[in-house]
């Protein structure tokens, strides 16, 4: 069983984690459009800490995560306008285009970057866009265990030059917030962009 599968049951007791999601919900809706009409993906989904206040301003979500427990939490909530969906977002295969895709502290879990960006350009509408929260570069203290752990955060530099390999624009880095976790501080951006 994974390590999500096992921590789902107690992952949105964490004030951290509710605190994280409150701040990325806070940075996606002044930094982007959100529209009623909008069908979103939340990858990464977990619990739906993100998933559940983006619903509130768009036509639909699907929410996508590589753990069944995590999503079975989410669909306990039975919000109507979210699915869930147990499936690694890379591999995802639909003819669907969507307005939107979010994220919010998954990005460093995934192994192949190139795979992923390339995925999300594929998923999107014309003038789609991404927001993907995530840990700016930090030394791989902020997660206790790093198994699964493929990126410790990630550079304005770096990622910029990446998302602009897979044909993004009006790319925006942004510190969001400020994380403390055992006395030490890790920074989070919103990455936004646009097909």
Known sequence: MSRFNQKAQEWDLSSMRQSIAQNAYNAIINNIDLDKEDSVIDFGAGTGLLSKKIALHVKELLAID???????????LHIKNIQTLHQDISKFQTDKKFNGIVSSMTMHHIKDLDILFDKLYQLLDENGYIAIIDLMSEDGSFHTDNEGVHHFGFSEKD??????KHNFKDIKYTKIYTVTKENRQYDIFLLSAKK
Not at 159 to 164: E, G, I
């Open 66 to 76: 590589s753990s069944e427990k995590m999503l079975q939490k989410l669909d306990e």
């Open 159 to 164: 990622l910029t030059k990446l998302v602009k």
